[in-house]
């Protein structure tokens, strides 16, 4: 077989389906030429950030004092592979599915008092991972907590939270801009 050197190729008609290759063949682009994808309608390109989701906690949750404690995020805003579980608030790596993940978690706390009492985590499999952050405003306190995670089918996340203030603390329900988490899978 030979070479075939253009510039254009179309359809004899100007429309309809443009075929290029057959099924069990592999079309390549060497090394060093440039696909150019810009101007055209693209469909089965690139890749889907599943699975995905995301879920707050919609009432109060109490915490106990010196306690590393579970968030339970009780409403899914949305579930792409059924992944998460509002009941135990874990979101378990579907069959098939592993591979690098992130996820950020927040609590925000029904109450003022100093910030080095409390933390968040992102917990794999039961185990701390990743610390989060604090964030300040004039009545209440937010922890958040952003990672980037390796895992495997069956594995895991929750988010975890510590406080010790001397008593039981409250983490702040709403309709998901105080006390959430969300997930999904990156395009690899």
Do not use: H
Request: aromatic share 10%; net charge negative; hydrophobic share 30%.
């Amino acid at each position: 077989m030979g070479t075939i050197k253009t510039t254009n190729i179309e359809t004899i008609t100007g429309s309809g389906t443009l075929t290029i290759g057959q099924s069990g063949e592999t079309i390549t682009i060497p090394s060093g030429a440039t696909l150019n994808l810009s101007n055209a309608t693209q469909t089965g390109v690139g890749g889907t950030n599943t699975p995905n989701f995301s879920a707050y906690r919609s009432t109060n949750q109490t915490i106990s004092n010196a306690t590393d404690t579970v968030v339970v995020y009780n409403v899914e805003v949305f579930d792409t592979d059924s992944a998460f579980d509002t009941s135990n608030g874990k979101f378990t790596v579907p069959s098939g599915k592993g591979g690098k993940y992130m996820f950020v978690g927040q609590t925000q706390w029904n109450s003022a008092t100093d910030f080095d009492d409390t933390n968040i985590s992102i917990c794999v499999n039961g185990t701390r991972i990743f610390y989060g952050d604090v964030g300040r405003n004039e009545f209440y306190r937010t922890n958040r907590v952003v990672a980037l995670l390796n895992l495997s089918a069956s594995d895991y996340v929750e988010i975890k939270v510590f406080q010790a203030v001397g008593g039981n603390l409250d983490i702040q329900g709403s309709s998901g801009d105080r006390s959430y988490f969300y997930g999904y899978k990156i395009i690899e």
